[in-house]
């Protein structure tokens, strides 16, 4: 099992309002446990897999963090898109590149609206709904939290 197919695992938990999910393969454990509003996950290896295993123990415990928006009562009619995952945030797929998006263009499903580095390995986030890019929430190169708001998005 790679970094991505536990970041997957931990998206799919986070939405599907299960309160706990225990998943045993032969050499890894992985238990991950929801509730209100957090997001816990523990990685217990039994056995030296891969040097990258034991690394993704660093992105255990998890938090989703509650919105952090100036306007609250404005906000209420805007999508957020949130972070996926923990890591840094880039909102140019390198120094020398165009930013994927800015305040006032329009963003379809799967666009990619950013990247997030998480132990050397660059992910893509795709906005996840259609429409205008209002507001963007996270300053570029600065560290992100799972489930922290990147981008508010007004689908209308």
């Known amino acids: 099992m790679d970094l991505k197919d536990i970041?997957?695992?931990?998206?799919?938990?986070a939405k599907s309002g299960a309160s706990e999910v225990k998943l045993e393969m032969e050499?890894?454990?992985?238990?991950?446990k929801t509730g209100g509003e957090e997001v816990g996950t523990t990685i217990l290896q039994q056995?030296?897999?891969?040097?990258?295993?034991?690394?993704?123990?660093?992105?255990a415990p998890q938090e989703v963090l509650s919105p952090q928006v100036s306007a609250p009562v404005e906000a209420s009619k805007y999508i957020?898109?949130?972070?996926?995952?923990?890591?840094?945030?880039?909102?140019?797929?390198?120094p020398d590149k165009p930013v994927f998006c800015e305040v006032g263009d329009t963003v379809n499903e799967n666009t990619v609206v950013?990247?997030?580095?998480?132990?050397?390995?660059?992910?893509?986030?795709e906005s996840e709904v259609s429409g205008k890019i209002v507001k963007i929430l996270v300053e570029d190169g600065t560290p992100?939290?799972?489930?922290?708001?990147?981008?508010?998005?007004?689908?209308?």
Do not use: H, W
């Open 7 to 13: 970041q997957n695992l931990i998206k799919f938990v």
């Open 27 to 32: 050499d890894i454990k992985i238990t991950i």
């Open 47 to 59: 056995a030296p897999l891969m040097q990258q295993i034991p690394n993704v123990a660093a992105v």
């Open 80 to 94: 957020e898109i949130k972070s996926p995952i923990i890591g840094t945030f880039y909102r140019k797929p390198s």
């Open 114 to 125: 950013c990247i997030i580095e998480a132990m050397k390995l660059f992910n893509e986030i």
């Open 144 to 156: 992100v939290e799972f489930g922290q708001p990147l981008y508010l998005v007004d689908p209308s």
